[in-house]
């Protein structure tokens, strides 16, 4: 029954992303262009430049997001509640607040992200679209009332976002890509194709935060919600 909501909500939010990156093309007050968080102090994000990229980084950017990987899904197994993607974000965030990993380190893991995002984007982008983007389901649920009751659903992830990422000084636009679309398409894969839209790949951790630990809130809350409807 739900699948081709997931379907229509996935496209709705990836043509939103789209129009919201026009938005910040015409009004640049409320777009960071990839940043989330509004920085009054340049002094941030000077001690945050990266050092000049070497060939051995990507290699030790590559077995940085491998072992955090691995911890993610050890974790997974240990607590299967929480899926194995949010426990590896949950684990890098940990390790950043701590300042526990040197900070050569953390730019080897941003230049592999970098060398991932620029090179293969367009090809996730093309076996998404092939594997996970199902056209009959989407045209079986295109009736007038269908449509609106899930664009109504997008627009509010979008306004809701919206405000909620001005009121803790972040970009609105970005929060509203990340914590409003990335909430309302079809998970990982929709997090790809919405950020795609929207060029924003950079912040691909922040979707993977809310569609992982967010999209694991929505079924504790779909759960209830449905026991006392249905």
């Given at each position: 029954?739900?699948?081709?909501a997931?379907?229509?909500g996935?496209?709705?939010?990836?043509?939103?992303a789209?129009?919201l990156n026009?938005?910040?093309?015409l009004?640049?007050?409320?777009?960071g262009?990839g940043?989330?968080?509004?920085v009054?102090d340049?002094?941030i994000?000077?001690?945050d430049?990266?050092p000049?990229?070497?060939?051995?980084?990507l290699?030790?950017?590559?077995l940085?997001s491998?072992?955090?990987?691995?911890v993610g899904?050890?974790l997974?197994?240990?607590?299967?509640?929480i899926?194995?993607?949010?426990?590896?974000?949950?684990s890098?965030?940990v390790v950043?607040?701590?300042?526990l990993?040197p900070h050569?380190?953390e730019?080897?893991?941003?230049?592999?992200?970098?060398?991932?995002?620029i090179?293969?984007t367009s090809?996730?982008?093309?076996?998404?679209?092939?594997k996970?983007t199902n056209?009959?389901?989407?045209?079986?649920?295109f009736?007038?009332t269908?449509?609106?009751?899930?664009?109504?659903?997008?627009?509010?992830?979008?306004v809701?976002?919206w405000?909620?990422g001005?009121?803790?000084?972040?970009?609105?636009?970005?929060?509203s890509?990340?914590?409003?679309l990335?909430m309302?398409?079809?998970?990982?894969?929709?997090?790809v194709?919405?950020?795609g839209?929207a060029h924003?790949?950079?912040?691909?951790?922040?979707a993977q935060?809310?569609?992982?630990?967010g999209?694991?809130i929505?079924?504790?809350?779909?759960?209830?919600l449905i026991?006392?409807l249905?």
């Amino acid at each position: 029954m739900m699948i081709p909501a997931v379907a229509l909500g996935n496209a709705l939010a990836i043509i939103s992303a789209g129009l919201l990156n026009r938005l910040g093309e015409l009004k640049p007050q409320y777009t960071g262009n990839g940043q989330l968080m509004k920085v009054k102090d340049d002094s941030i994000l000077k001690a945050d430049e990266k050092p000049p990229l070497r060939l051995d980084m990507l290699g030790t950017g590559l077995l940085l997001s491998g072992a955090f990987f691995v911890v993610g899904q050890f974790l997974g197994l240990l607590i299967p509640s929480i899926h194995a993607f949010a426990w590896m974000i949950i684990s890098v965030a940990v390790v950043k607040a701590l300042g526990l990993l040197p900070h050569q380190y953390e730019s080897a893991a941003y230049y592999w992200f970098q060398f991932m995002m620029i090179n293969f984007t367009s090809v996730l982008l093309v076996g998404i679209g092939v594997k996970y983007t199902n056209l009959g389901d989407i045209i079986k649920a295109f009736t007038p009332t269908y449509l609106l009751l899930v664009g109504v659903t997008v627009l509010g992830a979008i306004v809701g976002t919206w405000y909620a990422g001005k009121l803790v000084g972040f970009y609105e636009i970005e929060s509203s890509i990340t914590a409003g679309l990335c909430m309302a398409n079809m998970g990982g894969t929709g997090d790809v194709a919405t950020l795609g839209a929207a060029h924003r790949m950079e912040l691909m951790p922040f979707a993977q935060i809310s569609s992982r630990i967010g999209g694991a809130i929505m079924l504790i809350i779909g759960g209830l919600l449905i026991s006392l409807l249905m």
